[in-house]
């Protein structure tokens, strides 16, 4: 069974710095794909960020240039390092594989104030 964990969220003033942490279990982490989604509320959840099982990333243009996706596989962990947040980065933020292969987890919430 696939098992996804968000971690790493929080409160932070605006211009403030988190890094997000997903541990993988139950598959390759390595052979697959991983992308970082967030949930804002009263809002779809939207996708910000991919990367490759071989390092090719991608992120949205709505956070390109200040959110990084890395991984390390192994500790089969991707994490997601994001700077200048923005109130409008408040978002529950979750992780899965591209496509997806677990239900969607818990994700971890980030808060960010003015």
């Known amino acids: 069974q696939v098992q996804l964990e968000e971690s790493g969220g929080g409160l932070v003033q605006a211009g403030g710095s988190l890094t997000l942490s997903c541990v993988v279990s139950?598959?390759?982490?390595?052979?697959?794909?991983m992308g970082w989604y967030r949930q804002a509320p009263g809002k779809q959840r939207e996708f910000i960020a991919r990367i490759s099982s071989s390092g090719f990333r991608l992120h949205d243009r709505s956070v390109k240039g200040r959110f990084t996706i890395s991984r390390d596989n192994a500790v089969n962990t991707v994490y997601l390092q994001m700077s200048d947040l923005k109130p409008e980065d408040t978002a529950i933020y979750y992780c899965n594989g591209i496509p997806q292969i677990a239900s969607w987890g818990q994700g971890t919430q980030v808060t960010v104030s003015s």
């Open positions: 139950g598959i390759a982490f390595s052979t697959i794909d």
